[in-house]
């Protein structure tokens, strides 16, 4: 049975290792930022605390697992993930955050069962991950397209501009869609354009104007898209 100043330590380290990852959540404006991470791991290391203390209670009375009831943090955490991640037009976001929270979880696990070590390895590599990876991952991808393309309003026509780069071999990345501030049935959509060398602007803005009904397209060339 663990004693009440080690059970108090275990949680003080899971706040702090939670905080660590929900920091890096919280500066970049996530769903889920630092007291929901905190909560998380804090939460996960209560239950990994009362699965083993329950278990030394009944030890050799019973063959209780001792392994139960902190296995449901695994599954439990998934449902909170989901809110987490949100669909925008063609666009998925939150994936990340839901898997910080998911890892966070097992960070929380980690410290309830005393396994300091790999907790304070994982947080490190997380941390690592979330931060320094994106730019290495920016650095490594080719450019991305930005297109600012004014069309009619009409059913089917966001699926023509979708097939339509999708035959020159353009990747989109993200679609927004205004619909509220649509003047005479117009529209504008923003559209993220992952490319390679192969495909330049010139080849997209010609894909789209052939598309009918789209009346003007603005386009620019960037390193970066909207963090998902």
């Known amino acids: 049975m663990l004693g ?29 930022g630092l007291r929901t991470h905190i909560l998380v791991s804090l939460g996960s290391c209560l239950i990994m605390i009362l699965s083993i203390d329950e278990y030394s209670r009944v030890q050799g009375l019973t063959n209780a697992d001792p392994g139960r009831l902190a296995a449901q943090v695994v599954s439990g955490i998934g449902f909170l993930g989901a809110g987490t991640i949100m669909k925008e037009g063609l666009t998925v976001r939150g994936l990340t955050t839901a898997a910080s929270l998911w890892v966070v979880a097992g960070i929380g696990l980690a410290v309830g069962s005393g396994c300091f070590l790999g907790a304070f390895v994982v947080t490190g590599f997380v941390f690592l991950t979330l931060g320094s990876l994106s730019k290495i991952e920016l650095f490594a991808s080719n450019a991305t397209l930005h297109f600012v393309v004014q069309t009619v309003n009409s059913p089917g026509q966001v699926g023509k501009i979708c097939s ?16 509220k501030n649509a003047v005479d049935n117009i529209i504008e959509i923003q559209l993220y354009i ?26 620019q060339s960037e390193r970066s898209i909207p963090d998902m």
Request: hydrophobic letters at 45%.
């Open 164 to 179: 339509g780069l999708d035959a020159l071999g353009a990747v989109i990345r993200e679609m927004k869609i205004d619909t």
């Open 4 to 32: 009440q100043w080690d059970m108090v330590i275990r949680l003080f380290v899971s706040c702090l290792l939670g905080g660590i990852v929900g920091y890096e959540r919280q500066s970049r404006n996530k769903s889920a």
């Open 194 to 219: 992952y490319v390679t060398d192969t495909v330049t602007m010139e080849k997209i803005i010609t894909t789209l104007m052939a598309v009918e009904g789209i009346t003007a397209i603005d386009g």
